[in-house]
């Protein structure tokens, strides 16, 4: 690591020096399967390594909005992936190797007197603010590295008696970041915000509840949508309902709570449902996207596959560690790449607004 640093100094961040953060991202993704487990501790608790990586993340998060600007073809978007990359496995391979080091209620701190980390990982916070404002790919290496620290954490405080605290109004953000995205074009991004979400309400120390019953206008707005669909026949085949899947996990979350919300009542009851209005724009969105091929799932992992081409190293480098980042996620993310399922889909929806038109002429 000594000789990447040098070059970063000397040369700042080359395809060299991208190939080497590969590398050490595939050294820490062994050591969760009993392998090289010494040599990711040197890289967890390198001290310069920790402080680039917490420069890089500061510098991200500081650019807001504009951080949208900064994909695959631009410098700093191309060190922030693989250092999103790098800090996905190194939340993995932490919770295998070296538990004892984490301290939760420093992941989850806030504001300017933070305590600086001591290992290779990432805040909630910084996470949350780089689903919101990044691009496409850093919006789903960051929502898979969130998973994996709310998973940490539920497990921690599954098992130990722990007092977290956190202010309600930074317990709302993080759960606005999440709600906000569950529509969001890559159903991965979607999911994983779910399962966020979801972990987030069984949190009882932190009196989560209470926030979600009385500020649930957004979480209203999924569940009515999921209900919507699963109301109309034509729209609750396989193709379409894997990407229902995190509106309805965010419903089974609310289901889940002690003091289930007023309004699901309402919504699940039987007059509602028959007098939901069919959606019309949705399904000619729905037709656009599958004719136009604009589903950020399948542009990711294209792009992904271009880049390795033409970067040699690089690209297929960061091909390989997105293969094994997105295997984590649910097999059916993987049905809008099948031309058949496309073909299906658009034939369902041709025959629901058929059948719209007819019902309409009557």
């Known amino acids: 690591m000594d000789y990447m640093f040098s070059a970063v100094a000397s040369d700042g961040w080359t395809e060299e020096v991208l190939t080497i953060v590969g590398i050490l991202s595939l050294i820490l993704h062994h050591s969760t399967k009993e392998a090289?487990?010494?040599?990711?501790?040197?890289?967890?608790?390198?001290?310069?390594?920790?402080?680039?990586?917490?420069?890089?993340?500061?510098?991200?998060?500081?650019?807001?909005?504009?951080l949208s600007d900064h994909d695959e073809g631009t410098r700093t978007g191309d060190v922030l992936i693989f250092v999103l990359l790098l800090l996905f496995f190194s939340l993995r391979s932490i919770r295998a190797i070296l538990p004892g080091i984490i301290d939760f209620q420093i992941l989850l701190d806030e504001g300017r007197n933070m305590q600086p980390l001591s290992y290779v990982s990432i805040r909630c916070h910084d996470l949350c603010k780089l689903m919101h404002f990044g691009s496409a790919p850093v919006k789903l290496i960051a929502s898979f590295c969130l998973v994996e620290l709310f998973n940490g954490i539920s497990d921690y405080t599954s098992r130990t008696l722990v007092d977290l605290k956190l202010r309600e109004g930074y317990l709302s953000s993080i759960s606005a970041v999440l709600e906000g995205l569950i529509f969001f074009n890559d159903i991965r991004v979607a999911l994983n915000c779910s399962l966020c979400f979801s972990s987030l309400t069984t949190w009882r120390e932190l009196?989560?509840?209470?926030?979600?019953?009385?500020?649930?206008?957004?979480?209203?707005?999924?569940?009515?949508?999921?209900?919507?669909?699963?109301?109309?026949?034509?729209?609750?085949?396989?193709?379409?309902?894997?990407?229902?899947?995190?509106?309805?996990?965010?419903?089974?979350?609310?289901?889940?709570?002690?003091?289930?919300?007023s309004w699901m009542t309402k919504v699940f009851d039987d007059s509602s449902i028959r007098n939901f209005p069919y959606p019309n724009p949705r399904e000619e969105a729905c037709r656009r996207q599958v004719y136009t091929d604009d589903n950020q799932d399948s542009s990711i992992e294209d792009h992904m596959q271009h880049v390795a081409v033409n970067l040699d190293h690089v690209g297929k480098t960061r091909t390989f560690l997105f293969s094994l980042v997105s295997s984590h996620s649910y097999p059916g993310c993987y049905l809008w790449r099948s031309q058949s399922r496309k073909k299906e889909l658009l034939e369902e929806i041709e025959l629901f607004t058929k059948c719209l038109m007819e019902e309409d002429e009557v």
Do not use: F
């Open 207 to 261: 009196q989560v509840e209470p926030m979600i019953l009385e500020k649930d206008h957004w979480c209203r707005l999924i569940v009515e949508e999921l209900v919507m669909s699963l109301s109309t026949p034509s729209l609750t085949t396989k193709s379409l309902m894997i990407h229902h899947k995190p509106a309805a996990n965010v419903a089974v979350a609310l289901l889940k709570l002690s003091e289930t919300p």
């Open 36 to 66: 090289l487990a010494e040599a990711s501790k040197t890289i967890i608790l390198n001290v310069p390594l920790v402080s680039t990586i917490n420069n890089i993340i500061s510098e991200a998060c500081s650019k807001g909005p504009a």
